[in-house]
């Protein structure tokens, strides 16, 4: 049989801003259109980010969230993947404000503190479209996105043991994986998902070997009671998450790790980069796992245990929502 591989989309994320890329989605609209069209492509888990709709800063109100939740989870079968890393500029609260409302299956969750550097950017954007964006920027100079092990230990308990939501586990460097270690020795997790991301300023670098020997550390520490994906950040994407698949991972694109689909070409959407992988995928003979494959792959306890209505009609979303797939 061929081996199944889960795609995950990063939909917006909260570092590129709206002066970097036209095609960033920034309303709940276009964050609904855009990953709505990746589960269409491919994508089984769609990882969420909400952004103020007036300018395209980050944002945490869960009134933001359900904007686009509700649709997309009308829509699609997908499983709902969000954020509790939201912003460095965010409180602990703040961050988890979006997951504790709706009680998503699937949240990130990263593994320490770090440096987390994109003030470089600073040097090939000229013309902004908001005042925000440079001042965010250059705040990642001498900000530190924050999780130490007690935030850590608050996102188990408020999240993970009371609703079932289960961890996408971002580990950035090899001494994330001994903070993992270290919470599934002391119970708090079984068989974790491990994301490894590698390209971010202040994380492990985005070399081929890296992977491999983040990989092997994992094998240590774990032996084969874990699941893996791998993320790119920017121009290292895609060649990436192909090296994981063929390793025998899963892999995550979208415009939240990357805004390009290939070496100056920007991505038009989401879903090209989901189609992009997807045929590379089943060129190597492997299978796109469905979101039902997914969730019983990673041991989810499903879309019904959501905070979120059973089903809403097209009229629904147009009045309660305001965000129909397609508005502008």
């Known amino acids: 049989m061929a081996r199944k591989v889960i795609i995950t989309c990063a939909i917006t994320g909260s570092i590129h801003t709206p002066s970097m890329s036209p095609h960033l989605p920034i309303t709940p609209a276009q964050i609904a259109e855009q990953a709505i069209a990746a589960a269409q492509a491919g994508a089984a888990v769609l990882h969420l980010h909400a952004r103020n709709p007036l300018d395209g800063r980050p944002a945490f109100d869960p009134a933001i969230y359900r904007q686009f939740l509700e649709p997309i989870h009308a829509q699609t079968d997908a499983v709902l993947n969000i954020t509790t890393g939201g912003s460095h500029t965010m409180t602990l609260d703040q961050r988890l404000a979006g997951a504790l ?57 408020r999240l993970a043991k009371p ?15 001994y903070t993992l270690h270290h919470f599934v020795q002391r119970g708090f997790v079984k068989r974790p998902f491990i994301q490894f991301v590698l390209g971010v300023l202040g994380g ?16 240590k520490l774990f032996g084969a009671d874990y699941d893996w994906s791998v993320l790119g950040a920017g121009r290292r994407q895609m060649g990436l998450v192909t090296q994981a ?27 090209q980069q989901v189609q992009l992988i997807r045929g590379v995928l089943e060129a190597l003979g492997m299978e796109i796992a469905t979101p039902s494959e997914a969730r019983a792959m990673l041991g989810l306890k499903g879309r019904e245990g959501l905070n979120m209505p059973a089903a809403l009609t097209t009229s629904d979303h147009q009045v309660k929502a ?3 797939v397609g508005a502008k």
């Not at 983040?214 to 094998?219: E, L, N």
């Not at 990357?258 to 920007?266: A, D, I, R």
């Open 101 to 157: 409302d709706v009680l998503p299956e699937m949240a990130s969750c990263n593994m320490g503190s770090m440096n987390f550097g994109f003030f470089p950017i600073l040097e090939k954007i000229k013309t902004w479209q908001h005042a925000w964006e440079p001042e965010f920027l250059e705040g990642s100079r001498n900000g530190i996105f924050r999780n130490t092990f007690g935030d850590i230990e608050q996102l188990f308990e």
């Open 163 to 177: 609703h079932g939501t289960r961890f996408e586990f971002e580990c950035y460097d090899v001494g994330h994986l």
């Open 322 to 324: 305001g965000v129909l």
């Open 245 to 271: 698949a063929l390793m025998g991972g899963n892999v995550r694109v979208g415009l939240e790790d990357s805004l390009y689909l290939k070496p100056n070409e920007m991505a038009t959407s989401n879903a």
């Open 204 to 219: 492990i670098g985005a070399d081929p070997e890296n992977l491999t020997h983040m990989k092997h550390i994992a094998d």
